[in-house]
Antibody, heavy 122, light 106 residues
């Protein structure tokens, strides 16, 4: 059974960089045809996809955040990470990591972390 | 980006009711549309993928259908554990997008 677990600071100061890690257990992050994604949800609001990284290390991002987002893969630790720079209060949200899997006829998020709340405040 | 318009934003229903939630895509996305259920304080759970394929372990009272760019999630005979927020999500584009969510309330 694949499991994902987010970790990182729960409080980040404005203008600083938010850094989170997602550890994957129950399977190798580098095997299979999967994307590894970050998704966030402000309190009481909907879901926003931030970006993803493929097992090859290729990444793509939400165009609305592309200038501030970086996702990286560490296969030796079976984890992937999110960095979001120049944060403001608008970046306060629960951040989820998720696996983007493929099975005809499409792709879908089949495994999710439990989510971690990040608050941006001085 | 592909826009997904989900409706209604909320609905009230009773146990045993038939419930339908709709998502409309701004362009053709074939069958690349998924449905998730989210309960308070929890991560979303995959219900339906590829517009109409039921995820393993999900009760058969959940079903999905598609007509053109209109996608429907149907819950037949609503159960107490089904009161939650439902989201659709397209996977046609490399930029994934979600619908705005539908809260199903008692």
């Amino acid at each position: 059974q694949v499991q994902l677990q987010e970790s990182g600071p729960g409080l980040v100061k404005p203008s600083q960089t938010l850094s989170l890690t997602c550890v994957v257990s129950g399977g190798s992050i580098s095997s299979g045809s999967y994307f590894w994604s970050w998704i966030r949800q402000p309190a009481g609001k909907g879901l926003e996809w931030l970006g993803r990284i493929y097992t090859s290390g290729n990444a793509n991002y939400n165009p609305s955040l592309e200038s501030r987002v970086t996702i990286s893969l560490d296969t030796s630790k079976n984890q992937f990470s999110l960095k979001l720079s120049s944060v403001t209060a608008a970046d306060t949200a629960v951040y989820y990591c998720a696996r983007d899997s493929s099975s005809l006829p499409g792709w879908y998020f089949d495994y999710w972390g439990q989510g971690t709340l990040v608050t941006v405040s001085s | 980006d592909i826009q997904i318009t989900q409706s209604p934003s909320s609905l009230s229903a009773s146990v045993g009711d038939r419930v339908t939630i709709t998502c409309r895509a701004s362009q053709s996305i074939s069958s690349f549309l998924n449905w998730y259920q989210q309960k308070p304080g929890k991560a979303p759970k995959l219900l339906i993928y590829g517009a109409s394929s039921l995820q393993s372990g999900v009760p058969s009272r959940f079903s999905g259908s598609v007509s053109g760019t209109d996608f429907t999630l149907t819950i037949t005979s609503l159960q107490p554990e089904d009161f939650a927020t439902y989201y659709c999500q397209q996977s046609y584009s490399n930029t994934r997008t979600f619908g705005q969510g539908t809260k199903v309330e008692i």
